[in-house]
Structures are given as C-alpha cells and as structure tokens.
C-alpha cells in the first residue's frame, strides 16, 4: 500500500512540474495567426513532393550494407530476414507525398526529398542552435538530399543537422522503442518538409505566431503593453487583406513605438521589470510587427537578438573520472529559439517569394478583387474562345456576356464573319433560376447557319457577377483561389457522326497571362466506349488543338489573343470497321499511328482591344452590335 501512495505522489509531481514551470514563466502571450499566398521562391517549379525518410541502422552502414546483401541471398532460398529493430539494417517509414503547386500553374515535374536521420543520442554541444527546436522533447541527427524526378537529378543536400521536437504523449524513459522511431521520423520528416516548401509551394500559408506581456511590467508599462497586445492581435488577422493599407501601418506603428520604449527599460540579470529572462519577448513582438511592415532588415535584426536572448544552456555530463563525455540541457526552458527561427524562415520565404514573380501575377493571387475579375474574366473569355475556333473566327466573338448587374431572361444574337452569316446564339433564363442554390440557371445553345455544329451548354451564373465561386467550372469544389481550371463546353454535335463531352482546360501562367487549350469539335473522332476498350478523340482520325494565349488589362479585359494550331491525322480507315480495328489495336495496347500535319501560329496577334468597335447600345448602356476585326454579333437583351 506505501509503495502505491508513493508511486502515486511521484506520478502528481511528474504532472506537476511543467505547470509550474509555466506558472514560473515571466510572460503571458495570446495566441493568433498571419495569413498570406505562400509564392515559390525557386526558379524551377514542381507539381509534387514525395518524402523518403530513412532510419540508418544502428550498427553502421557497413553492417547495413552485409545485412543487406544477405538479406537478398536469403531471399533467392524462400527466406526472409527482417531487422525491424533498425539494428542491422536501414529502417525505412512510408512514403508522404504533399502538393506543392496546384495544376492550374505549369510546373517541371516533382521532387523526391530523401531524409536520413540517425538513432544516436546527442552527445556533443551542437555546432549551431538545435532546428526545429520546439519544447524538445527528443533530438534526432538528420540529413537530406532532393532530386528532381523524373530522372533523379540531384538539387541539393543538407545536413547532418541535429533537429529537435516534442515527443508524443508517450514521450519519456518508458517509451517504448518503436513510439521513440516514429517520433523521430515526424520531427526529421517535418522539419526537411518545411524547408523545402519554404523554397517550392505555391499555397495558402498561416503562421501561428504569440503576442507577448511581461509579468514584471506594472502600472502605466502594464497599460501599454496590454493595450498593443490587443490591437495588434487584430492587425496580424488583417493582414492577407489589409497589408500595405496606410490605416494597417499606423497601428502597426503605434504598437511598435510603445514595446520599443519598453525595450529601453532593459536591464541584464533578473532584477529588472526587463531583465535577461523576459526581453524576449519584446523581441518577438518586435520582429512580427516589422515584418508585418516589409521592415526586413530590422525584423531579421529582432528575431536574430531574440533567438540569441533563447539560447540553450548546456551543460557538461562526466564520468566517474572526471571526463567529460557529453553536454546535456539545464535550467527551465520557457521558450526556445525556435520561435524565432521559423517566424523568421517563414516571413523571409513570403518576401522573397514575392520579389520572385512578376508583379501582374503576384496582385492576382494576394488581392481577393483581382482574383475575381480574373475568374470571371477567364471563365467567359475560356467559352468564348473555345467557340469561336469551333466556328473558324479569325477572332473571339462575345457569345456569352460579361457579368451584367441585370438579371436578363433571353439574349439572341447572330454572328457574322465577312459580312457572312456564321451563326446563331440563344441564352435563356431557366424557368426555375430564382432558387439560390440551383447550378444551372442558364441554358446557351449555338448552332452554326449550315447546320454542321450544335452545342448545348448549362451554364452557372453566367450573367451574375456577384458569384464567389462558381462550382460547375471548377470540378464541383472551390479550386485553388476560387480561379476556374476548366470550362465545360456540355454536348457538342457535328456532322457527320461527332460527338463529345468537350471541356477546355485553363492554365496560369507566372506572368499573368492564361494559356486556353481547346481541341476543335468539328473534326471527325470517335468518343466511345464499349466494355474495357476505349477510343478517345487523342486516338481520332484527326484532332486540331488550339493553344490560346490570352492577356487581360486590369484582370477583367481581353485585350490580346495568340493562337498556336496543331492538327493531327490518324492513319487509319473510317467507318464502323475503321472504329472496331481501332478499338482491338486498343484492347491489345498496339499504339496507333500519328502524323502531325501541320503546327501553326499566328504570328499576327490580335489586338482584341484595338479591333474592337461597339456599333449601338441600348437604353442601359449595354451594346447590342459589336466588331472585333472581322466579325461581327448582334444580340437582343430581354429583360
């Protein structure tokens, strides 16, 4: 019974010790974040990060390397040999693999991070602060090297570095070994992770970041510093929407002015309202507000006095002669320097990220209003586009309107090219297009004069620019920052016998201007499928696909246009058989023969805007004739 009180009162005081030590800590802090568009700082882009973490084994790499070899001899016999202690051999952890830049932006290929840690105990003072030193809990010595893929190229290489981080809840000298491995390999897999998407995402990014009081502060200091934790604590949410605004910076000013009056009152030691203990804290809260401003040099200058006034004390551990075999922690640790090395790291990759792109691209994806007019500017121009080459303009006719604050009912309209008539276009109002949540409240059908093309399309808020989002154009979820990665174009029919499901595909490019790819509805392909055997219009007697590479003024107006056609032919024959060959070369994985007949650009880029002639306006300032170039369309708009 005294041994279970006393196993008891050792496990109360165990528990005990961390609360008191905060308890003892001479700060309080409130908690919050910093958003933003995380931009790659790396000149080369990729699409995906996969991560290969690797535990080397115990007994070095030439037992690794015997143990490995056996293994294999073994296994020529039926037997197999497994070191799942990491002893012997190298232990390997599952595969992650993490986005780093969403489709709709071009990329090179991925990236394979390998990470090798080792599971040694820290024997030595570091040559450098611990990494990723968060409360630690558990270290790790870690190494990394990336490559390019395919290919395997080799980027760079890192390391040893000696990497800490908290543990799980099992942290402890009870821990059991594999809980300890798999520690090991979150803190080695999280910390290389995080350098890489500093230099390589393209993504939304939060910064958790703690705004600092000082215990020792009383009165009037104590007034003030509560009064800048509030206010800042507000101006850090607002600033993915607000940064750069005169009304952001004058508070963020105003707060830096009062916590660096109260960095004068700094004193070294322990005395001090602002001693050794707690300046800190001012640092911290200094080098976010500068950062926060663009002020880098004078926040790096913070966040480095800040990670100096959190360094580590060390202290030796010898044996029973005296030697000194090692270096092991001391004192209470309330915050470590970590803190200031990944606010810095993550401030720095945000700043540098922007001085990287061009500053079209850049005002696109950090302005919420610049980023709708490009959605809703891309989706119509995408449409429009897509059909004016199904019809052969020579340039993009205005089939479906740009947002019009009026909810029309009907819009008809005729295209012409060359004084010719080319075809017609109707957009009507659903009867049921007053519920809310309905997707398609449009229906716009275009049919070519001689009749040889048809094409049905459901459109969502096609003439309501007030939509956030726009989910039929965006595979039915928000895509990344609400900008449209595709069109669907709904049924298309030609004569003779084509049809399809078209869709165009959108890609942004890094200088703010969008590539269209289309293929052309009208060319003769077969979209079939029967059983496991499917013909797709790639595998057509003949495709055209157009690249179109559109540029916007101020986000919203298309004013240029270049086209790039490729045609292709299949060589095979037409008709039923012709399709049925097609589909046994298919099923039986035999390539079909291409020839590329032809790839043309237009070297003459259309001037949209230069061409562009409004001919008559109705009552509400809409037009109802307009040129551009050589064609021409006249609608009518019912309200």
């Not at 690249?547 to 919203?556: I, Q």
């Not at 056609?565 to 399709?579: A, C, M, N, S, Y």
Request: aromatic share 10%; proline share 3%; glycine share 6%.
């Amino acid at each position: 019974m005294k041994i279970k009180n006393l196993l008891l009162f050792i496990l109360i005081v165990a528990f005990s010790i961390p609360a008191t030590a905060q308890l003892r800590a001479p700060f309080k802090s409130e908690s919050t974040g910093i958003r933003f568009v995380q931009l790659p700082t790396a000149k080369q882009k990729f699409s995906k990060l996969t991560i290969k973490t690797t535990q080397k084994a115990r007994a070095g790499e030439k037992v690794a390397e015997a143990t490995k070899k056996a293994s294999a001899a073994a296994a020529k016999f039926g037997v197999s040999i497994e070191d799942n202690s990491g002893m012997l051999a190298d232990k390997e952890a599952a595969e992650r693999t993490y986005e780093l830049i969403p489709e709709i932006f071009p990329t090179e290929g991925d990236l394979l991070l390998e990470v090798f840690f080792y599971d040694k105990k820290l024997i030595k003072t570091p040559s450098e602060p611990l990494k990723f030193y968060d409360g630690a809990e558990s270290e790790v010595k870690v190494e990394y090297k990336l490559y390019s893929m395919p290919g395997k190229k080799l980027i760079e290489e890192a390391g040893p570095f000696w990497v800490a981080g908290k543990g799980s809840s099992t942290a402890g000298p009870l821990q059991s070994r594999e809980d300890l491995y798999n520690d090991r390999v979150r803190i080695s897999r999280g910390w290389a992770k995080n350098e890489i998407m500093r230099k390589y995402a393209l993504k939304h990014e939060y910064v958790p970041i703690e705004v600092y009081t000082i215990r020792k502060l009383k009165g009037a200091d104590d007034d003030k510093q509560t009064e800048a934790q509030e206010k800042f604590l507000e101006l850090a949410r607002k600033f993915r929407t607000q940064q750069g605004e005169a009304e952001f910076e004058k508070g963020v000013n105003e707060c830096i002015a009062i916590w660096e009056g109260l960095l004068k009152k700094y004193q070294p030691g322990k005395d001090a309202a602002v001693n050794d203990r707690s300046v800190f804290a001012l640092y911290y809260n200094l080098a976010t507000a500068n950062y926060l401003l663009g002020n880098m040099s004078k926040a790096d200058d913070y966040a480095n006095k800040g990670a100096k006034a959190t360094a580590i004390d060390w202290k030796p551990v010898k044996n029973n002669k005296g030697e000194v075999i090692g270096r092991k922690r001391s004192g209470i640790v309330h915050v470590t320097e970590d803190i200031f090395h990944n606010l810095k790291a993550d401030m720095n990759a945000y700043y540098d990220g922007l001085e990287a792109h061009n500053p079209k691209f850049v005002k696109m994806l950090t302005d919420d209003s610049n980023m709708m007019k490009m959605a809703r500017a891309v989706r119509n121009a995408a449409i429009n586009i897509h059909l004016s080459n199904a019809l052969n303009l020579d340039a993009p006719a205005e089939i479906v309107p740009k947002g019009m604050e009026e909810k029309l009912k009907l819009i008809k309209g005729t295209i012409k090219q060359k004084g010719n008539d080319v075809a017609k276009f109707e957009i009507k109002r659903k009867f049921f297009a007053f519920i809310p949540f309905l997707q398609r409240p449009y229906k716009v059908t275009v049919l070519k004069t001689d009749e040889t093309l048809q094409a049905k399309q459901g459109l969502t808020h096609s003439m309501l620019p007030l939509a956030r989002y726009d989910f039929v154009l965006t595979k039915g979820k928000k895509s990344f920052i609400g900008l449209p990665e595709y069109v669907s174009l709904g049924k298309m029919k030609a004569k003779p016998k084509a049809r399809s499901k078209a869709s165009t595909s959108i890609m942004y490019d890094y200088d703010g201007s969008v590539k269209i790819m289309s293929s052309s509805i009208q060319d003769k392909w077969a979209y079939l499928n029967i059983g496991l055997v499917e013909v797709t219009k790639e595998e057509a007697l003949k495709a055209e696909n157009t690249e179109t590479t559109a540029e916007f003024e101020d986000y919203s107006e298309l004013v240029k246009i270049e086209k790039e056609i490729t045609t292709i032919k299949r060589d095979r024959e037409l008709g039923f058989g012709g399709f049925m060959s097609a589909a046994m070369n298919k099923f039986q994985g035999k390539p079909l023969d291409v020839t590329e007949v032809s790839n043309d650009t237009d070297e003459n880029a259309i001037d949209v805007e230069a061409k562009t002639n409004i001919k008559e306006k109705n009552d509400k300032g809409y037009w109802t004739a307009k040129e551009v170039g050589k064609v021409a369309v006249e609608r009518e708009l019912m309200y």
